[in-house]
């Protein structure tokens, strides 16, 4: 930390742990001195590991409840837990899914507990106990509560302890706050854990006290049913551990998922700066990353218009959903920084500076700000910002020396083209482009690459993260057209858009249409690309749909998705002829009309 007192470490054991809570330290201390942090002595970290255990051994008839906390979590303190869980989520960058809503296929007595009491052969007597009976409750609280620091908090909850840090949230004593809330082990998943609280209780969660809440549980942990917690508590974000049965909070906290969460609360990154030496950074910028930082020019000229038009709330949100994207590209390229090799000036756009360089000509700017129209800058969030498109455009495209106009007409041929089509806004920006799972990138320099979708390891998870702010997204669709998609990658595109989602190819359409539509507007000669590719994809969909047709069920579903296919792509090329963007003697013969001296 920076500029304020570093966290105190706060940990909260489980049952029968009384005695033995010290042991996660050494644990934690290796866990973290293999990540490059130091111990949680030598960086005089203030530890508080409150002992409860005799308040769980019987049942008191009389305790004195906890001050609540009355204050709320305002709209801000939400959006503002996003932002920290989105960073947090790409941190861990856990590859393995959680399934929230069910059991996982574990022993068949923990598959019970997500159903009933747990059972009385399973070491949860305290739990019981803590859950069956208030005075306990308040007992326990109020010797947690009576030594708790002041400040920030990263709490680190093991078992019977993250119910009681689920308690902790709602009498949190005033001047304190929790940063990171780790719960490990945890029985929250399990409905009879939590039954006592009350519905008003659960309908809450307090955004403005807890900023970020990572679970980790082993899939066969008893105590946790092997479930995470997203049926009761959607805000945390669950990593599967590897491992068998194991509960300790020792086999916890030596995941380095779990002791990086900890290790990045406590001391912030790893790394703080990016370093020269480790990057051999350049200072101009790759084809690629000048294309991101366009577009993270374009996404903050949108807010600037945002904040124009007084449109406050939505500015807000934008704001944050497109700080999130940076923070993801700052923590891939931490985490990947001896072979990321990021440039120094894509480095400065990340932190302000709009460093733009001027090396595409008129032309070029056209066909990659076209494709950029129709771009979820948000994603995955999902903020309609289509009334500041035209603003943002065109203060682009000017500040690059080529004139309002350029952005107008590309703006203003994205419009056009999904009111001919049908589309009041691309299905790819109503799911987020990243929803797509295919990353197809187009090189400057043209030809079409796959990478991989976003969430995987290495240089592709770093190439995914500049898609963020790169031309349509480089997710999800054609990430250029026209010159920047040659004739001779057009097979090969048709190829990947055939066997590809819906959303990749209604993209694929509004980029390509797009395109041609607005060279047509500035005089630029059509080059036909975005003929020869709705043509060939005609063909191929066309074709598939006789096939399937041929032996399937009437009205099956493959049938009607098919026809759809055939549908978006016959309005597209419509489009085309009405726009008299086919090739002349098809729009002379389409039309009936053949001028005097034309060859038949």
Not at 239 to 267: K, N, P
Not at 419 to 429: D, F, I
Request: proline residues 4%; aromatic residues 4%; hydrophobic residues 45%.
């Amino acid at each position: 930390m920076t500029d304020r007192a570093r966290p105190s470490l706060v940990f909260l054991h489980g049952v029968n742990n009384a005695a033995n809570a010290q042991e996660w330290r050494p644990v934690l201390d290796v866990a973290l001195a293999r990540l490059g942090y130091p111990s949680l002595e030598s960086a005089e970290v203030e530890v508080y590991a409150p002992h409860y255990a005799q308040h769980l051994a019987g049942a008191p008839s009389t305790s004195t409840a906890p001050a609540r906390r009355v204050s709320k979590a305002k709209e801000d303190n939400d959006r503002d837990f996003e932002m920290a869980q989105a960073r947090l989520r790409r941190l861990v960058r856990s590859e393995e899914a959680i399934e929230t809503d069910r059991a996982l296929e574990i022993v068949a007595p923990a598959a019970n507990l997500g159903v009933a009491t747990p059972k009385p052969f399973l070491p949860l007597h305290e739990a019981n106990r803590y859950r069956s009976s208030e005075h306990v409750r308040n007992r326990v609280l109020s010797e947690v509560i009576s030594g708790l620091p002041e400040g920030e908090l990263v709490v680190v909850a093991h078992s019977l302890g993250s119910v009681i840090a689920m308690d902790l949230l709602g009498v949190l004593p005033p001047n304190r706050e929790i940063v990171r809330l780790i719960t490990l082990g945890s029985p929250l998943g399990i409905p009879a854990m939590t039954s006592y609280l009350t519905k008003r209780r659960r309908g809450e969660f307090p955004s403005h006290v807890v900023h970020s809440w990572l679970n980790a549980l082993h899939p066969r942990d008893l105590v946790t049913g092997g479930r995470g917690l997203g049926g009761i508590h959607p805000q945390a974000h669950n990593i599967v551990l590897s491992g068998g049965m194991q509960h300790s909070s020792m086999s916890y906290v030596d995941d380095s998922r779990v002791a990086l969460a900890i290790g990045e609360a406590l001391f912030g990154s790893v790394s703080t700066e990016l370093q020269r030496s480790n990057l051999a950074l350049a200072e101009r910028m790759s084809d690629a990353e000048a294309q991101a930082a366009l577009g993270l020019a374009v996404s903050r000229n949108i807010l600037a218009a945002l904040r124009d038009a007084k449109r406050i709330d939505t500015a807000d949100r934008h704001e944050k959903a497109m700080q999130v994207n940076i923070d993801t590209l700052r923590l891939e390229a931490e985490r990947d920084r001896k072979t990321s090799g990021l440039s120094q000036t894509f480095l400065n756009n990340l932190g302000g500076a709009e460093d733009l360089d001027r090396r595409w000509s008129r032309e070029q700017l056209l066909n990659i700000l076209c494709s950029m129209v129709g771009h979820n800058f948000a994603a995955p969030y999902q903020i309609d910002v289509s009334d500041a498109l035209q603003s943002a455009f065109q203060k682009t495209a000017a500040s690059l020396g080529h004139g309002p106009e350029l952005g107008r007409r590309c703006v203003a041929a994205h419009e056009l083209v999904l009111r001919e089509l049908g589309l009041k806004k691309s299905m790819a920006w109503r799911v987020g482009l990243a929803a797509v799972g295919v990353v197809l990138v187009a090189a400057a320099t043209g030809g079409l690459a796959l990478a991989a979708a976003p969430g995987l390891a290495g240089a592709a998870a770093l190439t995914s993260a500049l898609a963020a702010f790169g031309p349509g997204g480089m997710v999800g669709g054609l990430a250029t057209a026209g010159t920047l998609l040659s004739t001779g990658t057009a097979a090969a595109a048709t190829a990947v858009l055939n066997d590809g989602s819906p959303a990749v190819l209604e993209s694929a359409l509004i980029n390509a249409l797009t395109l041609a539509s607005a060279r047509k507007s500035l005089g630029y000669p059509d080059d036909l690309v975005a003929w020869e590719l709705v043509s060939a994809l005609h063909s191929g969909a066309t074709e598939e749909l006789q096939s399937i047709q041929s032996l399937s069920d009437k009205g099956a579903d493959a049938v009607k998705h098919l026809k759809a296919r055939v549908e978006l792509i016959e309005k597209a090329l419509d489009f085309l002829l009405e726009q008299d963007l086919a090739p002349d003697q098809l729009r002379f013969l389409e039309s009936g009309k053949v001028r005097s001296g034309d060859p038949v």
